[in-house]
């Protein structure tokens, strides 16, 4: 089901808050907003509002059986990546863990939030229009020709997720982290991780490994797996 509100601070804050008075809101839910006044981005950055824009919150109950609840940010880009194919924009490339850019500059992002073993997945997908963002390169679907509506981006969104997550949970993560693969730029491109708590380390992307991780070919030959952090293009 997709719930539409006109205005709210965060669909992420919100789905929050009706998980923790005890709502139980099942998978396929998904809130969407107008507009945020106090959307949250990843590393603590806030999410800039713009009208015609995609922002919405889904929730993912992981069971045991499940692939870790982490690799559920390369599902949600993968499912972002396809929606957005299906609706006729095939140039754009996913860049670990689930940023999607169009000539290097981002569309969509995505935020992951756990809250009592229940994961809260947030979207924003720059539909119409690309909010400033200083330092940062960001674009809209709506600078190169004619862009998705909010509604029907939101319905194959909703579909294109609901399909992912049953073939994550059915045949596990190699399938998944294939298709990811080839949705993303291509193996070798140079790459500027800023690990936390470290120095820049630079390298080139050397695909992802087994359990979703980034890895890279760093500039010595070694091989080195990344598990959090800002990933920038060189
Ligand atoms: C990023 O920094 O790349 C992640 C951005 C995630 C933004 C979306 S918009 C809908 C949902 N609600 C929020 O407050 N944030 C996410």
Known sequence: MIEVVDETGSTNADVASRLATGEYLPEGTWLVADRQTAGRGRLGRVW?????NFMGSTVVRPGTGDPAPATL???????VHEAIG???VRDLRLKWPNDLLREGAKVAGILLEMIGGVVIVG???????APDVPGRSVAALADHGAAPGRDRFAGALAET???ELLRWRSAGLAPLLRRWQSAAHPLGTPLRVLPSGEGEVHG????????????LTLEDGSLRTIHAGDVLLV
Do not use: H, K, P, Q
């Open 204 to 215: 080139a992307f050397a695909g992802l490994a087994e359990d979703g991780n980034l890895r």
């Open 73 to 79: 940010a390369l599902l949600a880009g993968l499912a």
């Open 86 to 88: 299906e609706l006729g």
């Open 48 to 52: 800039n509002d713009g009208a015609g």
């Open 161 to 163: 997720f609901a399909r």
């Open 123 to 129: 979207i924003g997908v720059n539909l119409a229009s």
